[in-house]
């Protein structure tokens, strides 16, 4: 018998066994599911060809004009009229016979290894950055090319949201598109010309003239490396602002030149060891104009970004403020010049934020005085809440919540007696150092007294006080019985806690406007390159009780009539304010040789039915002191500008709301247990009948004598106080709310304000 065949020997089974037949049907049904998974494939990869030729159909068309411009953004003020252009005359272009080889070499390295390889799109690159997004927790690695960052900036929002997967296809389609139609070369060139470069530059070649005072041609390999490493992330990489981060960015270009072979070792351990500033030049402002402005924009630049995620510098955009050109104007002036204000010195400097009262809208700011021509976007203080706003926090922290959660009434009496911190034994002083005994809640806050506030403040509770503070748009990390006088604060974590004059002057605006809290709004309206438009409006939420936010101006129009405020006067307008003083400790006023009372700053926050206005004044070195020579500096500049703003708007006083009833010169909230009985009640009806007075709310009524006086609030709780000497005003009187009805009685006069 012949030996089986292999084939046949395979069909055997051990034993004898017949072999088991394979299932045709199961074969069919694995062929079956191949073709299928093929054919999702195919469907998948048609689908996904459709879906990009249907993306890229509406894809803007390649212009020569969009590569070659710049993308900056127009700022409008209040009136329609432009007074930023963000890029406007300050661009250098540069031909490509110009452009050093170092710098094409920088770029690529760092930028896009592969430049000269690809046709405007690298499958090499996403896949090597798919890989290292996935088996990496660093940071994100982007798989654009230079051609796809040249599309991105001159047709497409750099907005990280925008990069939708038809964003992304249509760039990838243009990119591929432009590689067709122009050089490599051509296309460095559109890319050097346009990215920005920091400081409101477009362009590397403007970027080296402004930086170091020489073409591109004329760099060292590092000066050329720290230019191509900006656009990433121009802002952060300034030379002038982040230093450290600039060096850091340098050499990483540097090393990746290296690492390209496109420097020797020698080469790249010379430029490392270059300082990032060497050869660094002061920046030129060519723009006087600019400066005036120049901390408004910084804030228009901020909340842009904050409200759009849009970069106002590479997204060509239309931005319409809420800036008041001609208040602008003549704010940068009053603070500036010597025409309006007395300042002590030069260094003096001023903060002011102007709110309109019943929108929240920004109107006008500005964040310091004589600032250096080669300033940009410098320090706003303004917006800066590393200072302390003394006393001008009382109607905020302990007034408006006493009125509020507790109902009392402007009559209520409080003892301004010895008293310290609870639960310690620093003792809370005035800032004349003495005590007035049983006062009403009226001329404890017109008179500042400090023992006062703090009692207010502990009987309504901490986290009270907090709530109605956070619905100002104030917070504190951790609230202290001494922010009952002081707005100190060990935590700030940027603005967020503290309170600056933007922050004040919002708050002091509800207060203005019946109790109703904006944010303060620098933008109004956006238009994008595509046509759309975006508004922003406050969305205003209550904050107050009417009767609470009528009570609390009542008061502090006394403030301006005859408490501390009166430097502030302006004649016959209506309006309310607040004045505030800072102390230095017993150990900081023995470090300062000094004469007579001496502060670290002065503050005064006023408004009207219209404008909510808050100043700021003191020396950026805290220990350099304000003297008692000029303690008034801050209702000075307040009175100057107030006075200017408020002549082409009616001129009306705050209209007393139902749920107010004013007994005597008392305010009282109706239902409260605090009113007085019927019997006192008619007794002082009685008084008013028998009293020749004016009660008509257009003129002022007569006040006590002008006289001025300042308090101090202290830091922290410290023994240390500060002794004001009070300046004398020569203002005439002003409505205040004494207009309407004189006291009841004699013994409801307010105490005669001590010399201090």
Known sequence: MANPSRSQKNKRTPKGKKPTLH???????????????????CAALLFGI???????????????????????????????????????????????TKIPQELDDAIIS?????????????????????????????????????????????????????????????????????????????????YINKVYMANGLYGMETAAEAYFGKELQYLTIAQTALLAGMP?????????????????????????????????????????????????????????????????????????????????????????TNLDTDAQNQLYSIVNGDEYVQYPDESLQIAATLIDSETGKVSAQIGGRNIADDVYLGMNRAVTTNRDFGSTVKPITDYGPAFEYLQKSTGDRISDSPYTYEGTKTEVKNW?????????????????????????????????VGKFLKKLGIQYKDIQQANAISSNTEAQDGT????????????????????????????????????SEQTFSAEGEKAMEPYTAYMVTDILKDVISKGTGTKAQITNLFQAGKTGTSNYTDDELAKIAHYGSISPEVMFTGFTPHYSLSIW???DDRMTPITSQSEGIAQDVYREFMSYISQ?????????????????????????SSIPSQSSYSAQSSYYNTTSFSQTTDSSSSVEPATSVSESASVVPSESSAEETPPVSSADPVPSSSAEQPPASSAEQPEATPDP
């Not at 710049?70 to 963000?86: A, C, H, P, Q, R």
């Not at 002061?282 to 228009?300: F, H, I, M, S």
């Open 23 to 41: 299932n045709p049907k199961k074969r069919h049904i694995g062929l079956k599911i191949l073709i299928a998974l093929f054919g999702l494939l």
């Open 50 to 96: 459709g879906l990009f030729f249907f993306y890229v159909k509406d894809a803007p068309p390649l212009s020569e004009k969009k590569l070659d411009a710049t993308v900056s953004s127009k700022l409008y003020d209040s009136d329609g009229n432009i007074f930023e252009d963000l890029g406007a005359e300050k661009r250098e272009k540069v031909s490509a």
């Open 110 to 190: 760092v930028e896009d290894r592969r430049f000269f390889k690809h046709n405007g799109v690298d499958p090499v690159r996403i896949m090597g950055s798919l890989v290292h997004n996935v088996t990496n927790e660093g940071g994100l690695q982007g798989g654009s090319t230079l051609t796809q960052q040249l599309v991105k900036l001159s047709f497409f929002s750099t907005k990280t949201s925008d990069q939708t997967l038809r964003r992304k296809a249509q760039e990838a389609w243009l990119a591929i598109q432009l590689e067709k139609k122009n050089s490599k070369q051509e296309i460095l060139t559109y």
């Open 232 to 320: 990433q992330a121009p802002n952060s990489y300034d030379p002038y602002q982040h230093p450290e981060a600039a060096k850091e960015r340098r050499d990483t270009v540097l090393y990746t030149m290296l690492n390209n072979k496109k420097i020797s070792q020698t080469d790249y351990d010379k430029a490392t060891k270059e300082p990032i500033d060497e050869g660094l030049l002061p920046l030129e402002t060519d723009n006087q104009e600019r400066k005036v402005a120049d901390n408004y924009v910084k804030e228009v630049i901020a909340q842009v970004e904050e409200k759009t995620g849009k970069n106002v510098y590479t997204d060509g955009l239309e931005i319409y």
């Open 432 to 464: 004349d150092n003495s005590y007035q005994g049983s006062i009403t809640l009226r001329q404890a806050l017109y008179d500042s007294r400090n023992v006062p506030a703090v009692k207010l403040f502990n009987e309504v509770g901490a986290e009270n």
């Open 496 to 531: 967020k806690y503290g309170i600056s004059t933007e922050k004040m002057a919002a708050a002091y605006a509800a207060f203005a406007n019946g109790g109703t809290y904006n944010e303060p709004l620098y933008i109004n309206k956006i238009k994008y390159q595509d046509g």
């Open 617 to 619: 004044a003191g020396y």
């Open 648 to 672: 082409n708007v009616s001129n009306e006083d705050w209209k007393m709301p139902d749920d107010v009833l004013r007994i005597g010169n008392e305010l009282y909230v109706k239902g409260a």
